[in-house]
């Protein structure tokens, strides 16, 4: 029994089946039957921290399917029992690059592609594919609109997979929206990758994606773009991430401007408008557009430490709490 035993797929990312030997690997895709290993005990396993299946005797789960003599593994998501569309079995096998069979609708994939999934459709039996499992699969998820954040992609690989989509006739505009899980989930590395997520979804032309993710642009340094950024980008999307740069800090110049109002009375020597300025000039000059509204509030009040009237001291708050309430709502996304 131990050529029944899996054997680990280090390059896949998430969980998988392995087959054993001598099962015809289409004979379930038309009639969706799961046969019987007389009483093997199946190996139904996902990735452990050490790398290796974690394995079970669950008889009810048995993916076994192979080609010829060599072993194959099957996806977790897309094998013949997964009832992707109820009552209506898959009807064609792809096989990635290091040996992972999906079971996928033919219809699915003609549906939304404008060229046979990449001329793959016009073959017969199971179907070479270039790319490996885990950029399949996140193809196929999109495709089917399911889940795929539990594989725990790298940001990498999520990218791989949508730069690849145009190959397969499948346009990333269409099947990358904020309805779908596919946008959440790129929007998620937005934190951690937030140029490149700004890249790649300017590259596509994924412009509510784009516009989400250069909310975390604003400390990105522009003199750091290369030029192989800016090609990527595209001009369109180059310029505004620019301009939001440019216009937040015009905005923040222009809010600064209102001063306080002057005591005017007599005996009065405070001089609000003249801290009002010093501070203004020393915020301007060191001007960002991430700069947040506590920090703008507590640049200014460095400076209204001289004012020692209390009417003049409160005209000062008043007009500064109202500068922060109007940066705040200045756009923060192209």
């Known amino acids: 029994m131990d050529d029944l035993h899996p054997r680990p797929l280090s390059s896949l ?38 790398g290796q299946p974690v394995t079970t005797g669950d008889f009810a789960n048995k ?27 898959p009807d064609i096998v792809l096989k990635t690059s ?27 039996g199971i179907i070479p594919v270039e790319d490996d499992s885990n950029i399949l699969n996140i193809i196929l998820h999109a495709l089917y609109d399911i889940p795929s954040a539990s594989y725990n992609p790298s940001f990498e690989t999520l990218v791989c997979a949508v730069d690849r989509l145009p190959l397969y006739g499948l346009a990333p505009h269409v099947l990358i929206t904020p309805d779908n899980h596919l946008f959440h989930l790129l929007y998620s590395h937005a ?25 975390h642009l604003l400390s990105f340094k522009l003199d750091s773009l290369t030029d192989e950024m800016a090609v990527r980008m595209g001009a369109r999307y180059l310029k505004r991430l620019f301009l939001l740069h440019l216009n937040r800090m015009q905005r923040l110049k222009e809010i600064l401007i209102v001063q306080p109002p002057a005591h005017g009375a007599a005996g009065c020597k405070a001089d609000p408008q003249r ?38 001291r409160a005209n000062f708050e008043q007009t500064l709490s109202t500068a922060a309430a109007h940066w705040a709502h200045v756009t923060a996304t192209i």
């Open 13 to 50: 990312e998430g969980s998988f089946f392995e087959a054993v030997p001598g099962i015809d690997p289409m004979a379930d895709v038309s009639s969706n039957v799961i046969p019987d290993i007389m009483s093997s005990r199946i190996m139904v396993g996902s990735v452990g921290e050490d």
């Open 63 to 89: 993916q076994v399917l192979a080609e010829s003599s060599d072993i194959s593994s099957v996806s977790t998501a897309f094998h013949p029992g997964a009832h992707l569309i109820p009552s209506v079995p």
């Open 275 to 312: 801290a009002w300025a010093l501070a203004a000039a020393s915020v301007v000059n060191d001007v960002r557009p991430d700069m947040s509204p506590p920090l703008l509030v507590a640049s200014m009040r460095r400076y209204a430490g001289e004012i020692t009237c209390g009417l003049c």
């Open 191 to 215: 934190p951690h990758h937030p140029i490149e997520a700004y890249m790649l979804a300017a590259h596509h032309h994924l412009d509510e994606l784009a516009v989400l993710v250069s909310g």
């Open 98 to 124: 290091d040996a992972v069979l999906f079971y996928v609708h033919r219809s699915v994939l003609a549906h939304v592609s404008n060229n046979a999934f990449g001329t793959l459709l016009s073959m017969a």
